[in-house]
């Protein structure tokens, strides 16, 4: 199955032990498909999908909310989600 549209986000992990603190950031990618959104550890189906929206944090990227019918996800990206935007509101007004 191919998808519609995708948007690159990270996740951000720190571990702190002993006196020292790691940082990793963890490329992952959220899938807008026919019948349901993929992230990396999620998915919903379009139907629980109520909205998606943005918010720029200023300088580069934001975050993506996606809202469900299990609550609101947030997922941070560097790129203009415009275009996954658009695809989602295409999708859900066809």
């Known amino acids: 199955?191919?998808?519609?549209?995708?948007?690159?986000?990270?996740?951000?992990?720190?571990?702190?032990?002993?006196?020292?603190?790691?940082?990793?950031?963890?490329?992952?990618?959220?899938?807008?498909?026919?019948?349901?959104?993929?992230?990396?550890?999620?998915?919903?189906?379009?139907?629980?999908?109520?909205?998606?929206?943005y918010r720029s944090m200023g300088g580069d990227g934001g975050m993506l909310y996606l809202h469900t019918l299990q609550g609101v996800y947030s997922y941070t990206i560097t790129e203009d989600p415009q275009s996954f935007l658009e695809a989602y509101k295409a999708l859900v007004h066809e």
Request: net charge negative; hydrophobic share 40%.
């Open 1 to 53: 199955m191919n998808s519609i549209a995708a948007l690159s986000y990270y996740k951000v992990e720190r571990n702190i032990s002993g006196l020292e603190q790691t940082i990793h950031k963890q490329d992952r990618w959220i899938y807008l498909y026919q019948e349901k959104v993929v992230t990396a550890h999620r998915e919903f189906l379009i139907q629980e999908v109520f909205d998606i929206s």
